[in-house]
């Protein structure tokens, strides 16, 4: 794309997708964490139980491997198994220092127990998460690298025997594991959310502190082992989201910030050069917009066991899937005025139509004068019958049955030279003398064509225009007999037009792995957790496609906004402006004036909540910091004893100079060594340096309301509204330059 396209392309582009990131940021705003762990939005309604299913904050992750999922079961067994007794799987020679057990039952089970454990977390890999070969998860701890970093710090020398004994590291691996705590309860409910939200993470713990592992291939000692448990625990707890997160806005950003970088129009299929998907920016208003009719509607049609093995199986699902008419096996209609129901005046006919009335039955020889002299004569195409795999006597039954007595039809031969059907319309007694219904006749036929042509039957499933097969996409992998990922060459099927509920109900057909790209359609059909499992997909796919990742907790945030009700809630004012939220919240999005209108109406309270309520009332918002209050008991303050100790009356006793903040005319709390910050932890380091006299303790400034001076600073013009409530003051400073309070450094 190039020249005036691409500038227009850009142009149309940036406002499309400025405007996509404005409805997520509005439909997310007042998303956050919260301290119980749960996400809610304003008005206290859980989106989800756990952020992003593990509680992790998204900054924290990275890429890493399980290596579980993609070795063989033979690479599995010589990387993780330790068998005292069997020569392949003992520990080698000089491994540990003398003296350290290896031999002992107790040692060897619990060796057992851990390999059990690498098994089952291996089982869960390939059946219940992953379903492929994929073995790379964004998680958070980067173990790899803090055992590099281990090995650095200690100076581990890789030649020396280790003096970490085996059942010391199955021991303290096993308790670091049950230390990671994301959900903090006991009853079963909590204990269930806890595994699962660290399920992945401690698969990932296991394989990367294995016993061979630590020992054979990193060479880990005690002290560097004891280092890296430490590490890791102290890294987890700091990968853990902060409550006051607003992570619906990071979502909404990170969701927003790709769509920029996608293109406006393209039409890409891998699979199927002629069978073309809308992807890009247009693709992603249908996803978040829950449009009803796509452009494009599609079947992934995957078949059972045995019918994907060969095409002329699959090909035997095409033909019940595809949808055909009658028009699509004509190759040509003629109307042709031939007065003789008993003869014809074309040669090619008179074989079956003087055969037809040889021996005609009773109720043909009645209708035989209200015949009309009129015929509407069909040509089907041989080769499109073949490959529909229909019939003459079928199609010709077909069109009996639709119009009953009204039509007379007469058809030729499966085996003949050309196949041909011929109608003639049987009008009711009396109206064969009417001279308008006779001259209007051939007309009418004409109507009765497109009738017959669109509106008749014969095979396959309405809505499925096309049906393509293809085997190109290894979509299926299966474990092999070796334990190791094998793709699997299958037949398939792709679809243009889509009819989901049907398609599901066709014999042959693998109701469990076919999916929609409409997600309206699958919701309709499936509910709604399908519904939200087809929305993910689909953002997933277009985001994809354009290069682009964003991680899984943004996109499952937005899905389940929008299915947090039970229903597909679209991201444009029809979804947004149709919820619970206050109407100060509402009102800034779209509609405006409506919605101020009808709350003022109604007398609606607005709690102020939300995000978008406290900018427009200029408070603080409900987040971050904000997100809690400071509650002081005053009656309880009154018995308080006070400790003359403490540096607390030379604090108020400054506080009462001015404000907390430093600067320019504020009472200054924090202090100052020359131009650099004199922080809290630098006080403390000094304090831990045994500096307790305040001749040790640098000076520091104050910054002091004081008297008029020499040093006068010109008074600010009050705004308007300042001028009505307060009378205007002129602000004056002296700078001080005074030693450190004996208070303080007590």
């Known amino acids: 794309m190039g020249g005036r396209e691409g500038l227009i392309d850009t142009a149309i582009k940036t406002a499309e997708t400025g405007y996509i990131q404005r409805r997520l940021v509005k439909a997310l705003e007042d998303v956050k964490v919260c301290y119980d762990g749960t996400v809610r939005n304003a008005s206290g309604d859980i989106l989800q139980f756990v952020y992003g299913e ?69 089982r869960l890999l390939r059946q219940f998460i992953m379903k492929d070969n994929v073995s790379s998860l964004p998680l958070p701890v980067n173990i790899s690298r803090i055992i590099q970093n281990g090995q650095q710090i200690f100076h581990l020398d890789k030649r020396k025997p280790s003096d970490l004994p085996p059942a010391y590291i199955v021991e303290r691996v096993a308790a670091l594991a049950d230390r990671l705590i994301v959900i903090h309860g006991a009853d079963s409910l909590a204990v269930e959310a806890q595994d699962n939200a660290t399920l992945l993470f401690k698969i990932l713990l296991r394989s990367n502190l294995a016993t061979r592992v630590v020992l054979v291939e990193h060479k880990l000692n005690r002290e560097t082992f004891d280092w890296v448990c430490g590490e890791v625990e102290a890294k987890f707890n700091q990968s853990l989201v902060n409550p006051g997160e607003m992570c619906g806005v990071l979502a909404a950003q990170s969701i927003g910030e790709p769509a920029t970088q996608m293109t406006l129009n393209t039409f890409h299929y891998a699979g199927v050069s002629s069978k073309n998907v809308t992807l890009g920016v247009p693709r992603l208003k249908e996803v978040m917009n829950v449009a009803t009719n796509i452009k494009t509607p599609s079947l992934t049609v995957f078949l059972t066991d045995e019918m994907r093995a060969s095409i002329e199986t699959a090909k035997l699902v095409q033909t019940d899937l595809e949808h055909a008419t009658l028009r699509t096996v004509t190759a040509a209609v003629e109307i042709i005025f ?75 031969d499966q085996n003949s030279e050309k196949l ?24 009418f036929l004409q109507k009765l064509e497109v009738e017959l042509l669109d509106k008749i039957n014969l095979r396959g499933i309405e809505g499925i225009q096309r049906v393509f097969m293809t085997n190109n996409d290894e979509k299926l992998q299966v474990v092999s007999e070796r334990g190791q990922w094998e793709k699997v060459k299958e037949w398939y099927l792709e679809t243009d037009g889509s009819n989901f509920k049907r398609v599901l109900a066709v014999e042959g057909v693998d109701a469990v792995r076919t999916y929609s790209n409409n997600c309206v359609e699958i919701y309709d059909t499936l509910g709604v957790e399908a519904g939200r499992a087809a929305l993910y997909s689909e953002l997933h796919l277009v985001i994809s496609f354009g290069g682009s990742y964003v991680n899984y907790r943004h996109l499952s945030l937005l899905c389940d906004l929008m299915t947090q009700r039970g229903r597909l809630m679209s991201i444009t004012r029809h979804g947004i402006n149709r919820t619970d939220a206050g109407a100060l919240s509402r009102c800034s999005f779209e509609e405006t004036v409506e919605i101020l209108m009808e709350a003022a109406a109604v007398g609606d309270r607005d709690d102020c909540e939300g995000v978008a309520e406290n900018v427009l009332l200029g408070q603080v918002a409900h987040m971050g910091t904000g997100a809690f209050d400071v509650s002081l008991d005053l009656e309880m303050l009154k018995d308080i004893v006070v400790d003359h100790r403490l540096p607390v009356a030379a604090l108020m006793a400054a506080q009462q100079q001015g404000g907390m903040t430093p600067g320019p005319g504020a009472g200054g709390m924090t202090p100052y060594e020359g131009q650099g910050r004199f922080s809290v932890r630098r006080l403390i380091s000094l304090r831990s340096l045994g500096r307790s006299t305040t001749a040790d303790l640098p000076s520091f400034f104050f910054c002091r309301w004081a008297s008029p001076t020499s040093k006068t600073r010109a008074p600010s013009r009050p705004s308007s509204m300042e001028a009505r409530t307060r009378p205007p003051r002129t602000n004056t400073w002296r700078t001080v330059r005074a030693p450190w309070p004996a208070a303080w450094a007590a």
């Open 420 to 443: 041909i059907i011929r109608c003639r319309t049987i009008s009711e007694p009396g109206e064969k003398e009417d001279a308008e219904i006779q001259a209007n006749e051939d007309m």
């Open 338 to 412: 031939d007065p003789s129901p008993q003869e014809t005046v074309i040669e090619e006919d008179k074989e079956f139509v003087e055969g037809f009335f040889a021996m005609p039955d009773e109720g043909t020889e009645e209708k035989l004068d209200r015949m009309s002299p009129w015929v509407l004569r069909l040509e089907l195409d041989r080769a499109k019958m073949l490959d529909k795999s229909l019939e003459i006597d079928f199609v010709a039954g077909k069109i009996s049955e639709k119009f009953q007595d009204d039509l007379h039809v007469i058809y030729s």
């Open 54 to 122: 593990d509680g992790m904050d998204a900054a924290f992750m990275e890429n890493q491997t399980l290596h579980g999922n993609r070795l063989d079961d033979q690479a599995f067994e010589d990387k993780y198994r330790v068998d005292l007794l069997d020569p392949r799987f003992k520990l080698p020679a000089n491994t540990l220092q003398a003296g350290l057990d290896l031999s002992s039952a107790e040692l060897q089970k619990a060796l057992d127990g851990e390999w059990a454990g690498l098994l089952e977390d291996r």
